[in-house]
């Protein structure tokens, strides 16, 4: 006898659906997942029986292989990874180094440059099969210039920029102290192998990369001066919001030291004073939007990925989340948006890559932290199902409101409605506490709406834009014209700079 | 040919002559449209062996038994090895209605289950060329007899089809003979049976029976029970294994459908039904998958029509919560009520059985299900191992949390609902991983007490590991026996342990130039607790040295490179174990752009000389060059020091290290 009484009575009861009993470490779920699926599948990759492979790092290598960096210090090259039904093969190229946060292939037929250049806590190593037998056999030092004292001391690299220049994010000593050299900097590794200090007041990377217009970027993790994760702009000469590191000054020849912000403050008035800081260009409002978010990519596959083309992708590691971001210039600083993508990924985001096929190859590990997905690794393809979600493509600022893209057109009433526009705003403080609440919540009101004639965009001029203040959507109201409903209704812009008109 | 096909006669009508025509034309359009070319031929010997076991090890006999369900007589003569390799690896691709569902196989394990249904002779051996003309009028008898109706191919559109409410028994193929109509071969009943059905078909189904015909349909009922159908006979009972035999039947038999709706998280459920996730790895029949767009409706169905008192677990006040923390940890620990007796957790093994990981609990169960479950197994899976820690409403452990099964309950669920940051409980211990060195020299980077953080530990087949302090340059660890114990538990990465006693020699920089034969040797910076900032950031660059990595050679070996000042060195170290002497010889390559004195720090500590090339500890003999060694200082605060003169250009010095323990 069960105890379960099936009955067929239908909406008669209350349903026992999702009851998301909030865990206090990884914050509440979208509640999206399921109508997620419909558009983008998560397509579980098979890894080889016996290996451990905890994805720290991606790279497309010349052949079309799929280079895989690991926490454990392997790097592995997969074959097959596009394949429907996924069995790819792998073929351990290099093993025991240390802590993999970093993979760039560099071209260089005719140069003695070219090679597999890895960023791991050490060091960056440049990787070589020189009797080409399929295993790495030569490690060479491209650049070490940086302190390394504490197991927390990880090192995050980008691939290489147009110029060559390939950069490294160094986190603090324990995620609180700068002990070692050059804890809490970025470095900027020249072609010539010249390491550059560039940039101070990094907390805790979690990625590092350009955005979708092709400036340094790097993500940072909420904690002391930052209540939030944000995407930030790695600007040569700036300062990227927390002070510890600024006693190495004295070794980065060309840096001017800053002056010390002041505690309790706001980003938006302390950047007048100290005007080496650099404004936190996309604000993730914390565990609504990632709790620690890590590697991220922008969107190069034509389409083959969906209607996000040239948008930032990036993973979470608490939530086990893949968010979409997009950045955009404005007076000179850079500021943007981000937008829910996909939630229900199986371990720990730490980075993520498209395959050649434009698939979004996702991997990590749960390993140290509290993470939501609850296997110890994995690697995971999300694959467009060709079919068009209902989603806020991208949302820029004007010089009164914002301008708002669809991927699918809205129907006229909802659409030409000023009360399916809900925006809220809110700012956090500038302080040396670790995280902080959202602050000075206040709702601006929408004064006008203008739907564009083919419905894929809407202009909305608000009472005031608030610079400084992440600017909140919920545009729940809103509906396509088959009278579909926002796949995510939520956005959230962060205004540094309003255009001038 | 097919005993059991749906598959009707659509020839039956026409003479035999011309019944053989439109086969062999149809058979060449067919033949004609595909990609590959027939290979016929049976399977290896091994590939057949492996399939029988796979066979009937995963539940591919559940539908497929000898004798009952869908007979597989006619394979050997319908497929080639490639082609039904590819069919089980990819049914839906071939039929997308999922009735024969993805079992999840690995190319290599569809490979060997056709090599079992082939057989290792492989019958089918007729490869057939198409002709021209056989194939157009094979594609005119395709169009004509409507195959397009059942089998989908582009291009080709169906031709409309009488609705299923319009159908009579009698008339058309539900006649006794029809005639120009496809032949199903229907016997009386089977036609009245159909008749009956017919008279409710334009009416929808209710909830209940709809999930009730889509067990059937799908054949759930050959492993699940619901609502008191289905479940594994006693006859085939021996096919549903387990690695875990201690955990009883729970371990090999799928568990009941029976509330299943409200058991399983939504999101769960979909991840069970459409990507083949699974929690149970010991149980050796698999989740079939079969197909998102053929069982969309099924978790919505499940979710609305079953029932469950309902239980709430409210998230715990901030105050609270350690409480509740440190109740769920004891719990589950060996000193609580021992979940981790039977119980994975966390990724890590139990100790003694290993059944499904317990934080995956608050991922896939509802915590209503839970609470029920919890204070009754036996009620939800009849046999299951499981004791009831809370018999006739009353705490086993009236120790913890006042003995108040609620607060008990609510301490494990928020206990599960930490994920990874769950500290592991009593009775399960995560450790490290040893590496092993087999033919080939093994090198591992990491940080380690005998070789700073950047360390590399280098581990030769004889059993001679040492270690390289890569910061500055030094040897700084020689071990005999296995090699490194890593750990890769917490947020580090890897920190190495040699897995025996070391002999540790000094981290510092070994190569410099001191000013004279008695001026101090430069020690690397010391921080501590009260001053843990770096005081010499720059040591050992700001005295000369620079890693510049390491070089593989085919055995393994790694030679280190790097310069101090201007002088390229190469370190090569080889561990030779020979005449009971277990030894490292190691050869130092110089490359010198102008001729100069750098001084090598070979040995500190208690050392002693025994002659002019030889020198040792307790624990290390060391042979030097000529004329090179420099013993200083008193007591156990020697230092042997080779005094080289480097000429301009290559050359090199050979030092032998004898480990005495």
Redesign the interface.
């Known amino acids: ?8 009575l ?2 008669v ?7 998301s ?6 914050g509440a779920r979208w509640g999206t ?2 109508r997620e ?1 419909e558009f983008y599948r ?3 990759v ?1 890894l080889p029986k016996g290996e ?1 492979i905890e994805a720290g790092a991606f790279e497309l290598m010349p052949d079309n292989r799929l280079a895989v960096g690991t ?3 392997d790097i592995f090259l997969m074959n097959g990874v596009d394949d ?2 996924p ?1 790819p093969q792998f073929e351990k190229f290099a ?5 993999i946060f970093g993979l760039a292939y560099r071209k260089d037929d005719k140069g003695d440059k070219g090679g597999l250049y890895v960023t ?4 960056l ?2 990787v070589l099969d ?2 080409r037998d399929g295993k ?6 491209i650049s ?1 210039a940086w ?6 001391e990880y090192a995050f690299g980008s691939k290489f920029d147009p110029q060559g220049n390939l950069y490294v994010a160094l986190g603090l ?1 324990n995620s609180y ?5 050059f804890r809490g900097w970025a470095m900027k590794i020249t072609p010539d192998g010249k390491s550059i200090p560039i940039a101070s007041g990094l907390r805790s990377p979690g990625g590092i990369g350009p955005n979708e217009h092709g400036a340094m970027f790097y993500i940072e993790s909420q904690g002391p001066w930052n209540s939030s994760c944000s995407l930030k702009f790695l600007k040569t000469g700036g300062f990227m919001g927390h002070p510890e590191s600024f ?2 000054y004295p ?1 980065a020849t060309d840096l001017k030291r800053p002056i010390e912000p002041e505690s309790g403050t706001r980003v938006v008035t302390e950047k007048e004073k100290v005007r080496e800081l650099v404004p936190y260009a996309v604000i993730f409002p914390y565990i609504r939007m990632g709790r620690s978010i890590t590697g991220y990519v922008v969107d190069r596959t034509g389409g083959k990925f969906g209607p996000f083309e040239n948008q930032i992708f990036l993973g979470d590691y608490t939530q086990s989340i893949i968010m979409r971001a997009t950045t955009e210039q404005v007076n000179g600083v850079w500021q943007g948006a981000c937008y829910p993508f996909r939630e ?1 990924l ?1 371990t ?1 985001i730490l980075n993520v890559q498209f395959t050649p096929m434009g698939r979004l190859l996702c991997g990590g590990t ?9 296997k ?1 690794f994995a690697l995971e393809r999300l694959d467009w199902t060709g079919k068009m979600p209902f989603e806020i493509r991208s949302i820029n600022i004007t010089e009164d409101g914002f301008r708002i893209t669809f991927t699918k057109p809205l129907d006229q009433t909802t659409g030409n409605n000023i009360k399916s526009y809900k925006i809220a705003t809110f700012t956090h403080n500038y302080h040396s506490g670790y995280g902080g609440p959202e602050v000075d919540s206040n709702n601006p009101v929408v004064k006008f709406v203008e739907l564009a004639a083919d419905g894929r965009s809407a202009t909305i001029v608000l009472s005031e834009l608030k610079i400084g203040y992440v600017h909140e959507f919920d545009l729940g109201a809103l509906r396509d014209r088959n009278e579909g409903e926002l796949l995510h209704h939520n956005a959230y812009y962060t205004v540094n700079e309003v255009p001038k008109g | 040919m097919d005993p059991g096909t749906q598959m009707p006669n659509l020839l039956e009508h026409l003479p035999k002559a011309q019944r053989d025509d439109v086969a062999d034309a149809v058979t060449h359009f067919l033949v004609k449209l595909s990609l590959k070319e027939f290979m016929p031929g049976g399977a290896k010997e091994e590939e057949h062996a492996v399939g029988k076991k796979l066979f009937h090890k995963i539940g591919c006999v559940s539908c497929h038994e000898s004798g009952q369900g869908v007979g597989l007589v006619h394979v050997p003569m319908k497929y080639g090895m490639d082609s039904l390799t590819a069919f089980l690896f990819q049914p839906l691709h071939t039929r997308p209605s999922g009735r024969m569902p993805d079992m999840n196989l690995t190319r290599d394990e569809a490979r060997s289950i056709a090599g079992y249904l082939i057989g290792m002779e492989g019958r089918g051996g007729l490869r057939l060329k198409p002709e021209a003309v056989k194939v157009a009028a094979g594609k005119k008898y395709f169009e004509q007899f409507n195959c397009v109706s059942c089998h989908k191919l582009p291009g080709i559109k169906a031709k409309p089809s009488l609705a299923l409410a319009k159908l009579r028994v009698g008339k058309g193929c539900l006649s006794v003979q029809p005639k120009g109509m496809p032949h199903f071969y229907l016997s009386a009943a089977q036609r009245e049976t159909i008749g009956k059905a017919l008279k409710g078909i334009g009416k929808p189904l209710r909830d209940q029976a709809r999930i009730q015909q889509t067990m059937v349909a799908f054949n759930c009922i050959a492993c699940h029970t619901r609502d008191g159908a289905g479940g594994v006979s006693d006859v085939m009972f021996k096919h549903f294994g387990t690695d875990e035999e201690g955990l009883g039947n729970p371990a090999r038999i799928p568990p009941t459908l029976d509330g299943v709706g409200v058991k399983l998280k939504p999101e769960w459920l979909r991840k069970v039904l459409f990507d083949a996730e699974t929690v149970r790895p010991y149980m050796h029949t698999r989740m079939p998958q079969f197909g998102e767009a053929n069982l969309q409706y099924l978790p919505m169905l499940l979710e609305k029509v079953d029932r469950l008192q309902k239980v709430e677990f409210p998230e715990p006040k901030r105050d609270d919560r350690r409480k509740y923390r440190e109740g769920g940890h004891l719990l589950v620990g060996d000193k609580g009520l021992n979940c981790v007796a039977c119980h994975n957790f966390n990724g890590n093994p139990s100790p003694g059985l290993k059944g499904l990981d317990l934080l995956t609990s608050f991922e896939r169960l509802q915590p209503s299900w839970f609470a029920h479950f919890m204070r009754n197994p036996q009620k939800f899976r009849p046999g299951i191992v499981m004791p009831n820690y809370w018999p006739g409403g009353e705490a086993v452990r009236k120790d913890v949390l006042g003995g108040n099964p609620n607060e008990q309950l609510l301490a494990l669920w928020h206990y599960f609902s930490l994920g990874r940051s769950a500290r592991d409980p009593s009775g399960i211990r995560a450790e490290g991983t040893d590496l092993k060195v087999t033919n080939r020299t093994r090198v591992y980077r990491g940080r380690s007490r005998v070789a700073g953080y950047r360390g590399i530990a280098v581990g030769f087949p004889g059993g001679i590991n040492y270690a390289f302090n890569a910061q500055n340059g030094t040897l700084s660890a020689l071990w005999l026996g296995e090699f490194v114990s890593v750990y890769w538990g917490g947020q580090g990465a890897g920190n190495f342990n040699p897995r025996a006693r070391p002999i540790e020699l000094a981290q510092d920089v070994s190569f410099y130039r001191l000013s004279k034969n008695d001026a101090s040797w430069p020690i690397q910076p010391v921080m501590d607790k009260e001053n843990p900032v770096n005081p010499d950031p720059l040591y050992p660059r700001n005295r000369g040295y620079q890693f510049m990595g390491y070089q593989l050679d085919g055995e393994g070996v790694p030679t280190f490179m790097y310069r101090t000042g201007e002088v390229a060195v190469e370190d090569t170290a080889n561990g030779v174990v020979a005449n009971r002497v277990n030894r490292l010889e190691r050869r130092l390559r110089f490359d010198a752009s102008k001729s100069e004195t750098v001084y090598f720090r070979a040995l500190t500590g208690q050392v002693r000389s025994l002659s002019a090339t030889q020198f040792a500890t307790d624990a290390v003999k060391m042979q030097v060059p000529e004329d090179t060694a420099l013993l200083r200082g008193e007591g156990d605060t020697r230092e042997l020091l080779l005094k080289l003169k480097l000429p301009k250009g290559k050359s090199e010095i050979r030092i032998r290290y004898e480990l005495l323990r």
């Not at chain 1, 009993?21 to 990884?26: F, L, M, N």
């Open positions: 006898m069960s105890c379960c009484v099936n009955t067929g239908t909406g009861l209350t349903l026992l659906l999702a009851m009993t909030s865990a206090e470490e990884v997942e399921k699926r998560v397509v579980s098979p451990v926490r454990r210090g429907e039904k069995q093993e025991g180094l240390d802590e791991h806590s050490a060091e190593t440049r020189t009797n790495a056999d030569r490690f060479l030092t070490d302190g390394y004292r504490n197991y927390h000593s102290h700068s002990r070692a050299l006693n190495w070794f229900g199986s720990g749960n390993r140290g932290w509290p993470v939501r997905g609850i110890p």
